[in-house]
């Protein structure tokens, strides 16, 4: 994945604009995608990709936890088909 395509997904889920992606965004954005997670798994998310603990997560924070996450999986969310 190159730097447009996570620029992409991170404007995505960024649903005001304004540069964080917060939990409220993240909720959505698992909705809008059937993502099925529990509101631990939530904050387990939030804890592990938002490192400078802000409460919102940086385009960096997200680019680095997505970039490795083969290594170290973020995972817990179940998808869902309709």
């Known amino acids: 994945m190159d730097d447009s395509e996570l620029r992409e997904v991170f ?5 005001r604009g304004d540069e964080r992606i917060s939990k409220r965004d993240l909720k959505k954005f698992f909705k809008d995608h059937n ?5 631990k798994e ?3 998310y939030m804890q592990r990709i ?4 802000s409460g919102k997560i940086t385009f960096a924070e997200l680019k680095t ?3 490795s996450r083969n290594a170290n999986p973020v995972g817990g969310g179940r998808q869902t088909y309709y």
């Not at 404007?11 to 649903?15: A, G, K, L, N, S």
């Not at 993502?35 to 509101?39: I, L, N």
Request: net charge positive; hydrophobic share 40%.
């Open 11 to 15: 404007q995505m889920i960024d649903r």
């Open 35 to 39: 993502v099925m997670y529990s509101r």
């Open 42 to 44: 939530l904050k387990s």
């Open 50 to 53: 938002n490192t400078s603990n």
């Open 65 to 67: 936890a997505l970039l």
